[in-house]
């Protein structure tokens, strides 16, 4: 399976960016769909994650701003993100595992990284 990321770029505090992933290859039905992100000098952290049938889970950081959907015929997982804050700014990630949840060690493969930068 592999990931290709992108819709990363900088924008201005209370904007809008849009992320997506796309996998190749066998993705499982029980599989779920997830973006990481990580800033400078910081650990990988959960944003979001999605199931095959569509159930969601959010950090608390980006609820109500962030939205996580998936198109399971395209194999690709987006992220819709409103109300960009600076503390936004990191390398985000797109992840699909078995496992699903919070942990990063639950996600079997990872995308390349895409960068978002939010000025003040």
């Known amino acids: 399976v592999q990931l290709q990321a992108s819709g990363g770029g900088l924008v201005q505090a209370g904007g809008s960016l849009r992320l997506s992933c796309a996998a190749s290859?066998?993705?499982?039905?029980?599989?779920?769909m997830a973006w990481f992100r990580q800033a400078p000098g910081k650990e990988r952290e959960f944003v979001a994650a999605i199931s095959w049938s569509g159930g969601t889970e959010y950090a608390d950081s980006v609820k109500g701003r962030f939205t996580i959907s998936r198109d399971n015929a395209k194999n690709t997982v987006y992220l819709q993100m409103n109300s960009l804050k600076p503390e936004d700014t990191a390398v985000y990630y797109c992840?699909?595992?078995?496992?699903?949840?919070?942990?990063?060690?639950?996600?079997?493969?990872w995308g390349q990284g895409t960068q978002v930068t939010v000025s003040s």
């Open positions: 992840a699909v595992g078995s496992g699903g949840g919070l942990d990063p060690v639950r996600y079997n493969y």
């Open positions: 290859g066998r993705i499982l039905s029980s599989y779920v």
